[in-house]
């Protein structure tokens, strides 16, 4: 697991592929749970917050792209005006 300032320094494929090795680190827990073969609820816990974070981040690099397309259109029509 990373830390969120690792997270946020990956570049979108990393966190891609973060996300689907947490998933399937969810699932096993999830299974081991149900079949008694893990005790530690708090794994699932962290695993599901884990998640949350990475899915947070992807969030972000999605919002910060729309913005700068936003700005870029933004400039061109200001441009287009003149």
Same mark, same amino acid.
């Given at each position: 697991?990373?830390s969120?300032?690792?997270?946020?320094?990956? $570049?979108? +494929?990393?966190?891609? &592929?973060?996300l689907?090795? #947490?998933?399937k680190?969810m699932?096993?827990?999830?299974?081991? &749970?149900? $079949? +008694?073969h893990?005790?530690n609820?708090?794994?699932?816990?962290? $695993?599901?917050?884990?998640? #949350?974070?990475i899915?947070t981040? &992807?969030?972000e690099?999605?919002?910060?792209?729309?913005a700068e397309?936003?700005?870029?259109?933004?400039?061109t &029509?200001? +441009?287009? +005006?003149?």
């Open positions: 697991m990373f969120i300032q690792e997270l946020r320094s990956s $570049t979108k +494929k990393e966190l891609l &592929l973060e689907a090795k #947490a998933r680190d699932l096993k827990i999830r299974i081991n &749970l149900r $079949t +008694k893990e005790k609820t708090s794994k699932a816990q962290m $695993t599901k917050r884990y998640l #949350a974070q899915l981040v &992807l969030n690099i999605k919002e910060e792209v729309k397309k936003i700005v870029t259109e933004t400039k &029509l200001k +441009k287009k +005006k003149q």
